[in-house]
């Protein structure tokens, strides 16, 4: 995400040019005295007291639009944004192309959490301005925060070609990319769920998380169906290299580059991205795309996203460098070395709210919760509703045995969120250790669909034998150790099936 610079220079440039605006002849002195002390109480920053002196002055000059922007900047700037928001819109009804009006409305919208209502008068402000990289990232972001991925992509590519040295940018660049990738797979994976590109995107996400045996495992399933699809073997051949099997890789090596190249009248997706032409492979995807493309066009957003990276780590360091560190740390499920990173992210931001909630979330995935609560409860004194800080500190509690505590919290979470299942899973979970068996079933049926290893089927099939439901209780228990005769048969074939071994005959 693009942020608002705290200095906000060219806001505080728009309030002086606005107070530059003389008053009527007909105005009197007093409300010619007022006005200066206003514009004295805005140049030494005391925005709240101004504010009274400005309600005044647009109640004693009705219609005069710059006194109203003046009023809506002091109400801005002293943070109470919801209350500047219709002054601003006033001021843009009256005067559509009013710059300062425009930057203030978007920037109160975002400190608002409003980036959907932002997006409107900042693709304004750029149609004026197209030069202002700040409201062009500011645009970006909103539009990444609304999911427009292929506008928030234009725009933070725009921005990189304007100024490569900001990290800001490439990291935008690199999110709105990688969302395009997963939404193309998503489109893939419903179209075609067994297909062989399915496999080989699932053995490069593999690959690159450095799980081998499961990449190769995907690798060859794919190859069953597609041996002379290009990059099955040269991903083969980087899992034998990283597996210490230097002649097979030598050999898989040798069958990619014999792997004669795609027909680029039929596949220019597949043309675009072995040529390195990564924008042109995804330039037009329609509707009823056929799987292959999907599949090209999938690996070109997954290229364009690590090429993003790639200028991202070479800058210097920033908290989006530190924020990158941190994702990749997740997906490789190292949670303490995550959160470091988003504690170093935090000590070039201190402020960064958002980050304070990353570095939380990163610190209960470690099942560090004495570190994680404190901060948790300093961000629900901001955010007291907050639905998924209030399942972060009642997980906590309850996790630390502390059913007390917790519940009142998780209340909260799940009356805030019907969608944060896990919230309902700690629900069901604490309800039963506090022995209200027959009011924890109904959270641990909802939770059901997070069942993986059988553990909540079995918590049920105790409340409801709690609860004096003794057929229900039958029922899922043997749900629970159905699960886990399942899980026991795919992990004894899955070890068998992912053993590394040398390569097939072509």
Known sequence: MFVVSPKRLALQAAFFLALTAPLAVSQTDDLAAESRHAKELMADRHFAEAIPVYEHLVKAVPGNMGLL???ALAEEMAGYHARAIPHFESV???????????VSLSMARLQLNQSREAIAPLRKLIVLQPKDLNALGMLAGAELNQSLFDDAAQHYRQLTVEDGTDPRAWYGLGKAYEALAARTFDRLNKRAPQSPYVAILLADTRLQRRQFRSAFFFYREAQ???????????????????????DWATAEQKREEAIPPPDCTEQASACAFLSGQFLDAVKTVPAAAPPATLFWVTKAYNQLAVNAFDHLSQLPESVQIHALKAQTFHDHRQYLEAANEWRAALNLSPADVKL???LAAALFDAKDY??????????LAQEPKDPELNYLIGASLWRTEQPDKALPYLELAVQGHADILPADAAMGLTLAALNKNAEAIPYLKKALALDDDGSLHYSLARAYRAAGQTQ???EAMQQ????????QEINDQLAKEAEITGPTSP
């Open 69 to 71: 922007l003046n009023l």
């Open 92 to 102: 843009l009804k009256a005067q559509p192309n009013n710059v300062p009006a425009l």
């Open 224 to 246: 069953k169906t597609l041996p002379d699809l290009p990059g099955i073997h040269a991903g083969l051949a980087l899992v034998y290299r990283e597996t210490d099997h230097a």
């Open 356 to 358: 304070k909630h990353e």
């Open 370 to 379: 004495q570190s994680a609560m404190p901060l948790v409860e300093e961000l």
């Open 472 to 474: 229900l209780a039958g």
């Open 480 to 487: 629970y150790q159905k699960i886990q005769k399942q899980n």
